[in-house]
């Protein structure tokens, strides 16, 4: 399909709401395409709709598992913490430490607008907060605890936009 333009912190669109989808149409199915495709080419691990200008609910995530997509999707349980390293699309080349639940279950609707459930735990469970946040007008960075920074210039390691060893 296509590759979508990534908004960029400071860009207005990241701090509003989003709208619930309430049809899937043909342009919002190119949309889902095209927000994967922008996803992997950025060698994202999720992206949310407003990250590419749409305030639409609309969320897909990728963990190395295969593509989610979470259409009006809202958190209904969490339990567990976990702290780590963040980072964004939206925020290149910055990182934040940020705790989130180690479980999250989500309800969302799928692209054919049926409702399911879908749980997940560690780098699953904080790609579900980071981009359901997105979706509220919240970036990471109103979370991260000790600020932002560069990663280390150290570390031989390649990190993913949620701070997770990429194999």
């Known amino acids: 399909m296509g590759i979508r333009q990534v908004r960029e912190i400071g860009d207005e669109v990241l701090e509003k709401q989003c709208k619930t989808v309430t049809k899937m149409t043909l342009r919002t199915r190119i949309l889902i395409e095209d927000m994967l495709d922008t996803m992997y080419e950025r060698n994202g691990v999720g992206l949310a709709a407003p990250q590419v200008g749409i305030l639409k609910r609309i969320v897909v995530i990728d963990v190395g598992e295969g593509p989610i997509v979470l259409v ?50 560690g780098l699953l469970a904080r790609a579900f907060c980071h981009e359901i946040d997105h979706l509220s007008g919240k970036l990471y960075v109103e979370l991260a605890e000790d600020g932002l920074h560069d990663p280390s210039e150290e570390e031989d390691d390649e990190f993913d936009e949620y701070g997770e060893d990429e194999e």
């Open 72 to 121: 009006n999707p809202e958190i209904i349980e969490t339990s567990g913490e976990q702290t780590g390293e963040e980072g964004c699309l939206s925020v290149p080349g910055k990182y934040g430490i940020v705790t989130r639940p180690n479980y999250v279950k989500v309800r969302a609707q799928d692209v054919d607008m049926q409702e399911f459930e879908i749980e997940g735990e």
